[in-house]
């Protein structure tokens, strides 16, 4: 049936608790991107299925990956351009492969590259407050300086130790009043 021409129908309805949830998400996605865009870690959000969703730049700077296959939305490229750089090839893919089939399970491990660089590699699920899993993350840290600092002190406190074990006068330390240490000729 028709309204008459002088009556308007008007249909009201309060959006204003969706408004502010879109606003609330918008809020949280430009906060996330901001974290994940700033950070000095390659940072990789990937699907349930393993797919990339999103990656930071960095992860291309670390893995020298090439802006096509970073770019490229299908990430096979990039998958096999980083396996090319490991020296276990097999061990990284089988790892990443275990977790993807362990979706709640975190994972840290150190990656070889072939051209010397270490990898730090973590992996965690990306779990909803409801307790559904969305996904994983992967964070990869560049700690090659690191190492060689850590492996350079260790080299420098073993030549130390050699010099004092073969000095021919006593060398002791002595922690409030007791010896903690005596070389052979103390």
């Given at each position: ?71 490229d ?51 965690a ?30 080299e ?6 050699r ?7 006593g ?16």
């Amino acid at each position: 049936s028709r309204l008459p021409p002088d009556l308007v129908a008007v249909s009201l309805q309060d959006i204003s608790e969706r408004a502010w949830t879109e606003e609330a998400l918008r809020h949280k996605t430009a906060l996330f991107e901001a974290q994940l865009h700033s950070s000095t870690d390659g940072i990789i959000v990937a699907d349930t299925t393993g797919k990339k969703i999103l990656q930071n730049l960095r992860v291309a700077e670390i893995w020298k990956i090439p802006k096509n296959a970073a770019d490229d939305p299908d990430d096979a490229l990039q998958i096999r351009h980083m396996k090319g750089m490991v020296r276990d090839p097999e061990g990284f893919a089988a790892r990443a492969s275990h977790l993807l089939s362990h979706p709640y399970e975190t994972g840290n491990d150190m990656v070889d590259l072939i051209d010397g660089t270490i990898i730090e590699r973590y992996s965690a699920p990306v779990i909803g407050k409801n307790g559904k899993n969305y996904g994983r993350i992967w964070k990869y840290r560049d700690i090659t300086e690191q190492r060689n600092a850590e492996l350079a002190l260790k080299e420098s406190e073993e030549k130390f130790r050699r010099v004092v074990e073969r000095a021919p006068a006593g060398i002791f330390i002595a922690i409030d009043g007791r010896f903690a240490y005596l070389n052979p000729a103390a």
